[in-house]
C-alpha cells in the first residue's frame, strides 16, 4: 500500500502542521509495511499552470518532441502526476487562507488534471478515472464556516477537484473557530487533533 501525505503550508507551530503530525504519526505507528511518502509542497519547485505548460501538456500528449525548456516543464508537472497516480491513499494537509488553498495547493491540483490519465470526456460530460482512491482533507480554519458556505472555497475546492478525478471517498478532519473564539481555542484544537487520530486509525 503506497500513501502519500501532501502538506501546503510553511507556517511554523501552524495547526495544520499539527494536524499533519497527529495524522501521520498515528498512520505510521499502526501502518509499518506502509510505502510512505511525504511531499511539502512549500519545498518544491512548482512553476504555475500557463500557455507554456498547456502547449507543453498538449505536445507530451501527441508525442511530438520538447525542446529543453520544455522538457524541464514536463518533468516537473509527470513527476507529481506519476507520484498521485501511484499513491492508493492520499492525505492533504491545507489551512484556509483568504478564504480559499495556498496558491502552492493550487498549482498542484493544476497539474493532476490530464485527459486521459486522471479523467476523460464522454458524451454524459467527464467522467473520473481514479474511483478507487482514497482521501482524507486535514484543514484548519481560524472562523466557522457552515458546509454550504459558498465563501468557503478551500475543502469544496479540493473535494471539487478530487471528483473530478472520480475520487469521492473523501474524510475531512476540519479544525475551525480557534480565532474567532480565543477562549475555547485550546479546546477546539485538541479535540480536533483527537478526531485526527482517530480517523488515521482506519485510513
Ligand atoms: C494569510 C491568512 C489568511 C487567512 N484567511 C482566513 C480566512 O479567510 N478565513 C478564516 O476563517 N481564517 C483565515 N485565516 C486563519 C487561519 O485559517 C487559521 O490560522 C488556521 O489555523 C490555519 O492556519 P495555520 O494552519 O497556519 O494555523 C487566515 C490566516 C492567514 C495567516
Known amino acids: 500500500m503506497e500513501t502519500l501525505f501532501v502538506k501546503a503550508n510553511d507556517r511554523e507551530n501552524s ?19 506502509d510505502s510512505i511518502v511525504e511531499l511539502d ?19 507530451a500528449a501527441q508525442g511530438i ?4 525548456s520544455e522538457e524541464e516543464v514536463n518533468h516537473i ?10 499513491a492508493d491513499k492520499i492525505v492533504f494537509a491545507f ?6 488553498v495556498p496558491a ?7 497539474y493532476l488534471h490530464h485527459p486521459r490519465k486522471t479523467f476523460t ?21 481560524g472562523g466557522v464556516y457552515a458546509e454550504d458556505d459558498r465563501s468557503e472555497m478551500a475543502v469544496s475546492f479540493v473535494k471539487n477537484h478530487l471528483n473530478v478525478f472520480g475520487i469521492t471517498d473523501i474524510t475531512t478532519v476540519i479544525i475551525e473557530g480557534h480565532n474567532q473564539f480565543p477562549d475555547r481555542s485550546e479546546t477546539i484544537i485538541q479535540k480536533g ?11
Open 65 to 68: 518532441p520538447l525542446s529543453i
Open 95 to 100: 489551512p484556509l487562507w483568504n478564504l480559499t
Open 104 to 110: 502552492v495547493l493550487h498549482t498542484y491540483l493544476d
Open 41 to 59: 509542497l512549500f519545498q518544491e519547485h512548482m512553476p504555475y499552470l500557463n500557455a507554456l505548460m498547456i502547449e507543453v501538456n498538449y505536445k
Open 77 to 86: 508537472v509527470k513527476r507529481h502526476l506519476n507520484q498521485f497516480l501511484a
Open 121 to 141: 470526456y464522454t458524451e454524459e460530460g467527464l467522467v473520473g478515472l481514479l474511483p478507487n482512491k482514497k482521501v482524507a482533507l486535514l484543514n484548519a480554519r
Open 193 to 203: 487533533l483527537q478526531k485526527a487520530k482517530q480517523v488515521a486509525k482506519t485510513f
Open 15 to 33: 495547526v495544520t502542521g499539527l494536524l499533519y503530525e497527529a495524522f501521520i504519526s498515528t498512520y505510521k505507528a499502526l501502518n509499518p509495511n
